[in-house]
């Protein structure tokens, strides 16, 4: 079946870097794109980031733009996010969520199980 | 516009009809998607491109779509609905994406 597995999540301090990974299994995974969504303690869904199935386009969120950076590396399967300069703002649960078309634009099909991120001194 | 409106908060008896509307003025231009999550677990796509629904998603929901609101109905609603319900849109070129606030259903 369709399967996410994120991990690279834990605890940071302010101004540090994390990179978190996104392991994919049970689909093609090269043909879709892939987003990366955030969810803070007790709050609401936040999109992250989004990259279409060859890598080739990619899209932030403001509040993320020039700080994080999404990947992709379709001969392991595998989505990063590399998450720069981070701030207490940042604590959230990161979850990847499987796209419904190559793209970027579309409705999330498939969601992992998430990691917690934690900016705090 | 990027911002959805989705109330707070609904409450219906078990067997009612729930329904949560979500408001954008970009809504007439781009899908709605709807999401269901349980405490402490990832959310679930439950209707898609404003009233498709996913394969393995009970008949009792559905979607439907006018003007600038969206609106996820659940009808016969049970004690395992009860969950924070978000929608989901993009900007008008489809690329960033945004969610609503969420909706709690909460089921008496």
């Known amino acids: 079946q369709v399967q996410l597995v994120e991990s690279g999540g834990g605890v940071v301090q302010p101004g540090r870097s994390l990179r978190l990974s996104c392991a994919a299994s049970g689909f093609t995974f090269s043909s879709y794109g892939i987003h990366w969504v955030r969810q803070a303690p007790g709050k609401g869904l936040e999109w992250v980031a989004v990259i279409s199935y060859n890598g080739n386009d990619k899209f932030y969120a403001d509040s993320v733009k020039g700080r994080f950076t999404i990947s992709r590396d379709n001969s392991k399967k595998t989505l990063f996010l590399q998450m720069n300069s981070l701030t207490p703002e940042d604590t959230a649960v990161y979850y990847c969520?499987?796209?419904?078309?190559?793209?970027?634009?579309?409705?999330?099909?498939?969601w992992g199980q998430g990691t917690t991120v934690t900016v705090s001194s | 516009s990027s911002e959805l409106t989705q109330a707070p908060s609904v409450s219906v008896s078990p067997g009612q009809t729930a329904r949560i509307t979500c408001s954008g003025n970009?809504?007439?231009?781009?899908?709605a998607y709807w999401y269901q999550q349980k405490p402490g677990q990832a959310p679930v796509l439950v209707i898609n491109k404003d009233t498709e629904r996913p394969s393995g998603i009970p008949e009792r929901f559905s979607g439907s779509s006018s003007g600038t609101t969206v609106t996820l109905t659940i009808s016969g609603v049970q004690a395992e609905d009860e969950a924070d319900y978000y929608c989901q849109s993009a900007d008008s070129r489809g690329i960033h994406v945004f969610f609503g606030g969420g909706t709690k259903l909460t089921v008496l």
């Open positions: 970009g809504l007439p231009k781009q899908y």
């Open positions: 969520a499987k796209g419904d078309s190559p793209g970027v634009s579309g409705g999330m099909e498939v």
